[in-house]
């Protein structure tokens, strides 16, 4: 199977490259930026070394649906997608926080809240919950952008303001867009049978000054969902929940001695485990769009997309 791990590519115009933990961001021109989602999977904010199949294409593509689901009540980066796993869209300059919505004491949350913390980036959770139990409203717990290699960090709403990280005018809207995507997405994953328990969102500035949604919207790397049915059976008798996230790897991961700390090891991945995770991409794919995924051709997958993207920026000359 052909998976994309790393791209280099020429277009033209080009003016510089970003390569993230996932995408790989091409600057076209100070004006564009085509956005290249690759099969790499990280966790723990480590890339882990095989790649998984199909799992770009699927995020892009779940990507690209979620933006145009939303795009009445936020305005976004994306103009066209070109090629299954490319997303071209506006040069932004991207807020460096990540706005962390959480619906759930799920993940994170949880794993703070079972070490005694009773507060997360400032804000408080409720005593006495449990693990998979929803908050009495969502709560924004934003975490530092990181630059490559480095750990995402929990900050504080009142840090944010006080390191002029984001102006206040400007964090008021982030948060507004967070807790409306949040709102809508949560609408979408019902009448899907799921439950959107927390998700992140980026933001960035345009050229013009208008702030837009940008990278990933309701991915399984971005966002944690659990099955509505058989939800508060499962809590009642303190069960773990059936999800579709990537919480299933960095579980296996925690199984095997790895949680991204200093001189541990990570664990070798099977073919057998790469399909299995795979699969559940493509399981969640098909779950939150209720569309059936439709695997691209990867014999030469790299040519695909440059001739795709290169096709594309001839066309808007």
């Not at 299933?248 to 200093?262: A, P, S, T, Y």
Request: aromatic letters at 8%.
């Amino acid at each position: 199977m052909n998976t994309i791990n790393e791209t280099n590519f020429k277009f033209p115009n080009l003016k510089s490259v970003y390569k993230g933990k996932v995408r790989e961001v091409y600057n076209i021109d100070n004006s564009l930026l085509v956005m290249i989602a690759t099969d790499r999977l990280s966790a723990f904010d480590v890339i882990l070394p095989r790649q998984i199949p199909f799992k770009g294409q699927i995020l892009n593509q779940i990507a690209t649906k979620m933006m145009n689901d939303t795009k009445d009540i936020v305005p976004n980066w994306l103009i066209a997608n070109p090629d299954e796993n490319v997303a071209v869209g506006d040069l932004c300059t991207p807020f460096k926080v990540e706005m962390v919505i959480r619906g759930y004491l799920s993940g994170h949350a949880a794993r703070e809240y079972k070490l005694g913390k009773r507060t997360l980036c400032g804000v408080a959770m409720p005593k006495g919950l449990k693990e998979n139990d929803k908050f009495p409203t969502p709560i924004i717990t934003p975490s530092t952008k990181a630059d490559n290699g480095a750990h995402d960090e929990d900050i504080s709403r009142e840090d944010i303001l006080a390191k002029n990280i984001v102006t206040e005018a400007d964090y008021l809207i982030l948060e507004d867009y967070t807790r409306k995507l949040f709102n809508r997405g949560t609408e979408i994953a019902a009448k899907r049978g799921l439950i959107l328990v927390d998700t992140k969102y980026e933001f960035g500035k345009t050229k013009d000054g208008k702030i837009v949604l940008i990278d990933e919207i309701h991915t399984p790397d971005s966002s944690r969902y659990f099955y509505a049915d058989g939800y508060a059976e499962r809590q009642e008798q303190e069960l773990p929940q059936k999800q579709l996230s990537k919480e299933f790897v960095r579980q296996w991961l925690i199984e095997n001695g790895f949680q991204g700390k200093e001189h541990q090891q990570i664990p070798t991945m099977s073919d057998e485990k790469i399909n299995e995770i795979s699969n559940r991409y493509i399981e969640l794919y098909e779950q939150i769009t209720g569309e059936s995924f439709v695997k691209a051709d990867t014999n030469n997958v790299l040519e695909r997309i440059e001739n795709n993207v290169n096709s594309f920026l001839s066309s808007i000359k």
